[in-house]
């Protein structure tokens, strides 16, 4: 979602990714190995009153933000097999309130954000309590979005290939990452392009009974340059770090989960604090379960 119009100086347009960086925390590679269909509820809140130059030092610009949203993940696994993997795929709605105050002008947005879609999910067994999954999230030009204000949804495609790995033992150890490329398509609106980006986004901690307690985070390093009509914009490559406890209880047909993960670190960007609450339950269960 983008977060604010921020000088054209900083890194991504609107100066946020079009990935919600910490978003998949405790449902890193966990995918369900029988057929059905599941959901996912997320709601999250975000603030952020700085912004920080390319040495990750706070500008003395006036600057606030802070963003509600609830986020519907819907996983459908089709209980068959595909080069040695299970197969899903996947939907995810955002909906999205936002505001910002920028020099003390303040402006308020509520809408529905870009829409990702996971045509193909892919997850590997390769030992015990470990996965790999590999799927392309393809994070579509939809939503609410107006080139001349702040707004809910960034106003072009995203392709997004993940790949990730997860130990989760349930009666130890806890252990993942999700790797993520963002390769951004031009805004036809404003011809901007922004730069390609790897995010990581981790979890760690141990399982003691139907309880779960460690630490999550996300990690984002930009790696081209922006584009404006052609032309790199130079210098201005965002780079973020992020890092909180978490805490999850499973209780057989559903699950929940509570993080929270503070900004560590930002430059080109902004350091944000986020507070998710997950909810995770099965819809409909194939194979006579």
Same mark, same amino acid.
């Given at each position: ?5 921020? @000088? ?7 100066? &946020?990714? @079009? ?12 995918? $369900? +190995?029988? +057929? ?20 990750? =030092?706070?500008? +003395? ?32 709605? $955002?909906? &999205? ?17 870009? /829409?990702?879609?996971? $045509? ?10 470990? =996965? ?14 107006? @080139? ?5 949804? /960034?106003?072009?495609?995203? *392709?997004? $290939? /993940?790949?990730? /790995? ?39 901690? *141990?399982?003691?009974? %139907? *309880? %779960? ?36 209880? =499973? ?39």
């Amino acid at each position: 979602m983008t977060m604010a119009v921020w @000088p054209a100086a900083y890194a991504f347009e609107g100066g &946020v990714s @079009p990935f919600p960086t910490g978003s998949t925390s405790e449902y890193i590679a966990a995918l $369900p +190995p029988i +057929p059905g269909l599941f959901a996912v509820e997320q709601f999250n809140y975000s603030s952020s009153n700085g912004l920080y130059d390319n040495n990750g =030092n706070k500008l +003395p610009i006036p600057f606030k933000s802070s963003a509600y949203s609830a986020t519907t993940r819907l996983l459908a696994s089709y209980g068959v097999q595909w080069l040695g993997a299970k197969v899903y795929s996947q939907l995810v709605l $955002p909906v &999205v309130s936002l505001h910002t105050e920028v020099a003390g002008h303040s402006e308020t947005h509520n809408g529905l954000s870009n /829409v990702t879609a996971t $045509p193909v999910l892919l997850r590997w067994d390769v030992a015990a309590h470990t =996965n790999v999954t590999f799927g392309f999230d393809i994070s579509l030009e939809t939503g609410s979005y107006s @080139p001349t204000r702040p707004s809910v949804a /960034v106003g072009y495609t995203s *392709w997004q $290939p /993940v790949l990730a /790995v997860r130990h989760n033992n349930p009666d130890g150890l806890d252990l993942g990452i999700s790797n993520r490329l963002l390769i951004n398509d031009r805004n036809s609106s404003t011809n901007y392009r922004s730069g390609t980006a790897y995010v990581a986004d981790f979890i760690g901690g *141990w399982n003691v009974g %139907k *309880w %779960k307690f460690g630490v999550t985070g996300s990690y984002l390093n930009q790696f081209t340059d922006d584009r404006q009509n052609g032309a790199d914009i130079t210098g201005n490559r965002a780079r973020s770090l992020s890092l909180g406890p978490t805490v999850a209880y =499973n209780a057989g047909p559903f699950s929940i989960n509570m993080n929270y993960q503070r900004g560590l670190y930002a430059a080109n960007t902004a350091k944000s604090d986020a507070i998710w609450i997950n909810f995770a339950m099965p819809l409909w269960l194939g194979g006579g379960h």
